[in-house]
């Protein structure tokens, strides 16, 4: 939430959200909602809070959600891996995306981010290559070079930070991330995580992919959104 807040409304950039799977799987804290039912109910809780985040578009790979595992390797025992990486180099070349980012890391005990991190990481180089993936150029999807990825780091050694107590429309963005976060109620009241993000002043990201033209991050003055 925080960079789809900061460079969209801070710094004036389309935004766009992909997400790997639709939540049918999950605990509901609302009641005994579950399965296509959950799957309704949590697309209309992601499109609530991406309306207040003011994301341009979203979507979806629509990968099963079966519950939860904190084995990747399970995933992959329900994850058709080859037909997702093709769906994510797919879109990759069709929005063309000057920055992608994650706030799935490796070491997330989730099963499902550890699995989605990893074909994020591997379609980001080969929606690069014109050989992977070519039946596409026969929809017009060239290669697609984005000029870096980020993701989410709990270190405080970050190669781009941002400053969540930067004011936008006059809260903060740890604020707007917070509020974003609880459109999501099936999945709780998150002021668990709200105690998490005021206690950090930064929320740091790692580049783990870049172009060779890639010559850093605008500033933030460079480009702002009037509230």
Known sequence: GAALIYFKQQLGYKTYLLVGA????????????????LKTLRTGELMSATNFLRVDQVN????LDFGYTSFEKEVWRFWDRKSLLGKLVYY???????????????????????????????AFMKAQDYKEFN???KLGLLPSVPKAF??????????????????????????????????????????????????KKNIE???????R??????KSE???SEE
Do not use: C
Not at 60 to 63: E, G, K, M, P, Y
């Open 222 to 224: 460079e480009k702002t």
């Open 135 to 137: 039946y596409q150029l």
């Open 150 to 199: 980020l993701v989410r780091s709990e270190a405080e050694t970050g190669k781009f930070k941002i400053d969540s107590t930067l004011k936008i429309g006059g809260k903060s963005i740890s604020q707007l991330e917070v509020e974003a976060l609880r459109k999501h109620q099936s999945q709780g009241d998150w002021s668990w995580y709200q105690k998490v993000a005021e206690s």
């Open 22 to 37: 639709n939540g049918e799987g999950g605990n509901n804290q609302l009641g005994e909602r579950f399965g296509e039912e």
């Open 92 to 122: 990759i070349r069709l929005i063309r995306p000057e920055i992608i980012i994650s706030k799935n890391r490796m070491t997330d005990s989730h099963g499902h981010h550890k699995a989605f991190i990893s074909l994020a990481k591997e």
């Open 60 to 63: 979806s790979l629509n990968a």
């Open 205 to 211: 990201y790692e580049i783990i992919g870049s172009s």
């Open 213 to 218: 033209d890639f010559d850093g991050f605008p």
